[in-house]
């Protein structure tokens, strides 16, 4: 059970990472250019990839959910020109994602799709104008897709909303895994540490087995983070978004700027650790400046509290000597 966890963790960070991926392609850009051919170009990408892929599809989705209720022209055209079964499937539940029922059943009346209906008819899941993310982190993607194809910031704000009823320990938890998603991908795990440290102390510690919904909302949290941090490097109205969320909430603020500094903190610690590690092909006693370094930083990857990651390093740049 716990390997699975621990699988289906990085798979579902994979699967976020198309978010920060479609960054590669008009998509991320459409609600300002309104490229001529951009919708066939992306449609046409993912109906390559769709065969073989397992990728969530959650953010084209929501880009098409979008696109369907400002767009009616865009919407007839789409759904008259597509030929792949799959993609016709994708395109009932944007319809029905945006709320667009009546649509939505002739299209799967037309199209023999009407398993894929009376599914969504029976779990119901939500429209887009009212998605706000919880446990789902499926949401997060639809959100961005969304937002791609209007440019409207009230879908990120509705990401990062989610923060806002977390706990203080959730919220630094989701950033540090966030964190940790942007500079060593997925395994959350740094070349030369341990596989997967910091996905078995969240496991452990939001009870996923027990209470899977609670360790839910922490990955639904860090996908976000780590998400929306990705994609303001080239956005500038999810970069003010993101910023002036965070600036807004002294909690959350304070919270976010630990967490930076925590995460520079375990930077160190891993350089300082790689320096001082010992040469196997000699065997000597371990020189305690390692062995302080790599306690600070497996501190963080188990979550432990930031003091933990902090105490090593402060007494190190202090003193140039480990704490005793």
Known sequence: ???????????????????????????????????PGCVDSVLSQFRQAAAGSKADPST????????????????????NDESSDH???????????????????RFAEKHQLAALLQKLETTRPASLAVVRPSSTPADNDLLIGAYMASGDTAFIQRILENFSGADDGMASDAMRMGYMNSKFGPNLTPKGREENV???????????????????????LSSAFWALQSLAQGDDGIKKTFAGFFSRDTRLKNLLAAEQATFENYLTALAVAAAFKPDHASPTEVDPTYTSMSKAAAAYENLEPASNVFAPIEAFTKSGKPPK
Not at 60 to 65: H, K, R, S, V, W
Not at 87 to 105: C, M, N, Q, T
């Open 198 to 220: 910091m996905a078995r102390a969240g496991c452990a510690k939001y009870q996923c087995k027990t209470d899977p919904a609670k360790f839910l909302r922490v990955l639904t």
């Open 60 to 79: 084209i989705i929501g880009f098409l959910a979008q696109l369907f209720v400002v767009s009616p022209e865009d919407k007839q055209r789409i759904l």
């Open 87 to 105: 993609v016709r499937s994708v395109h009932l539940v944007a319809l029905y994602r945006a709320g667009l029922l009546d649509d939505a059943r």
């Open 1 to 35: 059970m716990a390997k699975f966890l621990i699988v289906a963790i990085a798979l579902l960070f994979v699967q976020c990472r198309s978010a920060g991926a479609a960054n590669q392609d008009c998509m991320a850009d459409y609600y300002r250019t309104k490229a």
